[in-house]
């Protein structure tokens, strides 16, 4: 039976304004209830655990990210799957270790190989779901036009197709060993050698207007940009602001950059339905000194498979589904980021295996909520299983690694000698030894078997290059003639 006050809606011309409102604000609702979120990632390049002000650094201002961490979550456990640049990105933009998908250390100008086409990357994943994607940055994923990021899901991109470094004017690059350094826009080359003092500036322009332009929703923003690796640079705004000098000036930008784009999307009314993650590619580059970042309490840096050099800062933000204030300690890497984006825009995973998990619940802070995975394998090299993190152990196979052995690194922007570091097999108790200085294997066996059992399960599927074993899992990257 129809009530009474829908017969005088329907009678009376006076109630259909208010009806047709009543409508539309309910379809509105649903329609925001049901759309999956946005998801805006922003990707530093050899910034260090201990460079912003929520994660102690004293010199560098850092407010927008530090408020960032206020109105969100700071994970302080959180990793990479390798501390150098391309395999980092390949394993975050397709939750697999890098080895699994074929990427190795940081691809050079010249090289033929890239991600293949048929991995799938985190925005052809959300692309189904009907979401708008673009990158603007550094991509370091592969340089010839077929393996471009427009050829992977996205959208739209603008950014230099690797490192910032990779060009014959950088110091200590050999004369002629690299091609003009080219900013790139679609698949087209738009400059061949871009002012870097830009480049912070511009990425950031382009992520405003894309948050701007798609607001309507949802996207995929990803921000990765090409600082604070060297050579640095900062824009005349910045420059010679910071108690840190250039290194602090460049960080400094970084911040503002994020404050952009945090009021681009309070201004479209997108803060409650946005996703934000702010991260870095690797630890450190410690040779460069002071032109090179901090590692915090960990040991090491950027090229190594210590805490320095795998352990990054990471800040989330989702107003209302993740925890204010917070900060937690549970190990996370950036594997798990695609299945866990997959999962809260109601997407498929690839049909292709993946090593990542969906770890939502612990970044909703559900109490007793764990980590599903039984261990985490760093790799580097080629493809050489370095080390393995189990709950609060890690173990160390034995590998040369390298260090400053307590030496200051370059100054200028020349990078300092490193000397070759020796590791054996180590056992350390990350909760207790932060720092890995205490080598516990002898006081604790059972431990050292249960995660070298694990590694032999890991080295089936990924292999162990150190010990000449290929695993059955390990797929080819992508290769233009």
């Not at 990479?80 to 939750?95: E, H, Y």
């Not at 994943?125 to 471009?148: N, Q």
């Not at 991109?157 to 004369?175: E, T, V």
């Not at 784009?261 to 997108?270: C, E, H, T």
């Amino acid at each position: 039976m129809v009530s009474r006050f829908w017969r005088e809606c329907l009678r009376s011309r006076r109630w259909l304004p208010l009806l047709l409102a009543a409508i539309a604000w309910t379809a509105t609702t649903q329609a925001k209830e049901q759309r999956p979120p946005n998801v805006v990632l922003i990707y530093c390049d050899d910034l260090g655990w201990g460079d912003l002000g929520c994660f102690g650094a004293k010199n560098i201002r850092t407010p927008n990210i530090d408020k960032l961490a206020r109105q969100g979550t700071r994970f302080t456990s959180f990793y990479v799957a390798q501390a150098v640049c391309s395999a980092s990105r390949a394993a975050l933009l397709t939750g697999c270790y890098a080895n699994r998908v074929g990427i190795h250390g940081a691809l050079g100008p010249k090289q033929k190989i890239g991600l293949h086409p048929e991995e799938m990357t985190l925005a052809e994943v959300l692309k189904p779901r009907g979401y708008a994607t673009a990158i603007f940055g550094k991509w370091h994923l592969g340089r010839p036009p077929e393996l471009l990021p427009t050829r992977q899901g996205f959208d739209e991109y603008f950014g230099l197709p690797y490192s910032n470094d990779m060009w014959p004017q950088n110091g200590n690059a050999a004369k002629g060993t690299y091609p003009p350094l080219p900013l790139i826009e679609g698949d087209r080359v738009i400059e061949e050698t871009p002012d870097q003092s830009q480049l912070t500036r511009r990425y950031t322009e382009r992520a405003v207007s894309f948050i701007r332009r798609n607001a309507a929703g949802p996207f995929f923003l990803y921000l990765a940009h090409s600082m604070p690796h060297v050579p640095l640079f900062a824009g005349s705004r910045f420059a010679g602001r910071s108690r840190q000098g250039l290194y602090g000036d460049v960080i400094e930008e970084i911040d503002g950059s994020v404050g952009e784009v945090l009021n681009a999307l309070k201004q479209s009314g997108l803060e409650k339905d946005t996703l934000v993650i702010f991260t870095s590619d690797n630890g450190p580059w410690l040779s460069y000194g002071e032109h090179g970042g901090s590692a915090g309490p960990f040991r090491e840096g950027k090229g190594t498979s210590f805490e320095g050099g795998i352990r990054v800062p990471c800040v989330m933000r989702w107003p209302g589904h993740i925890p204010r204030g917070r900060t937690n300690d549970t190990p996370l890497m950036t594997i798990d980021v695609l299945p866990t984006v997959a999962g809260l825009a109601g997407a498929p995973l690839p049909s292709r295996k993946i090593d990542g998990l969906d770890v939502w619940p612990i970044l909703r802070g559900d109490r007793g909520a764990t980590n599903p995975h039984s261990a985490y394998f760093i790799y580097y090299n080629q493809g050489d299983l370095l080390a393995v993190r189990s709950g609060d152990w890690k173990l160390f196979f034995p590998h040369t690694s390298q260090t400053l052995a307590g030496r200051p690194g370059g100054t200028n922007g020349m990078a300092g000698r490193y000397q070759q570091l020796p590791v054996g097999l180590e056992l350390y108790h990350l909760k207790r030894d932060p720092a890995e200085r205490v080598n516990v294997i002898a006081q604790h066996p059972e431990v050292r078997d249960r995660l070298m059992a694990l590694a032999e399960a890991a080295r089936v599927e990924l292999g162990d290059k150190r010990l000449q074993r290929i695993g059955t899992g390990v797929r080819e990257p992508g290769r233009v003639e």
